[in-house]
């Protein structure tokens, strides 16, 4: 099964900047609208931001939602060439202490506000924030 791969989490104080990767060796996340999601102990795994695909003519630049929890805080980016979509995470807090992941929209050049399912998930990367 095709499967997204996380990296980048660690161990942080409060106000740090943080960024997570996700790439994939078996499909090229530009034709997919990729999601950024989190799970803290005890409570279940949210979405916290998403970029949709690249559109067929790129005319439409890649559009982003975010979690009213991150935004203004976490950006959200692709690198095509680099088959990555990166989370650039700043002015980090307690509260952003979870497991990160993510998921790829199992619809081929679906949008954030079209996705219906995210599959493909990768094992996750830990992000701690503590003094």
């Known amino acids: 099964q095709a499967q997204l791969v996380e990296s980048g989490g660690a161990s942080v104080q409060p106000g740090n900047s943080l960024t997570l990767s996700c790439t994939s060796r078996?499909?090229?996340?530009?034709?997919?609208?990729i999601g950024w999601f989190r799970q803290a102990p005890g409570k279940e795994r949210e979405r916290i931001a998403c970029?949709?695909?690249?559109?067929?003519?790129?005319?439409?630049?890649?559009?982003?939602d975010y979690a009213a929890s991150v935004k203004g805080r976490f950006t959200i980016s692709r690198d095509d060439e680099k088959n990555t979509v990166y989370l650039q995470m700043d002015n980090l807090a307690p509260g952003d202490t979870a497991v990160y992941y993510c998921?790829?929209?199992?619809?081929?050049?679906?949008?954030?506000?079209?996705?219906?399912?995210?599959?493909?998930w990768g094992p996750g990367t830990q992000v701690t924030i503590s003094s």
């Open positions: 078996d499909f090229t996340l530009e034709y997919y609208a």
């Open positions: 998921g790829a929209d199992v619809q081929y050049r679906g949008t954030c506000t079209t996705v219906e399912k995210f599959d493909s």
């Open positions: 970029i949709s695909s690249r559109d067929e003519d790129d005319i439409r630049s890649s559009s982003t």
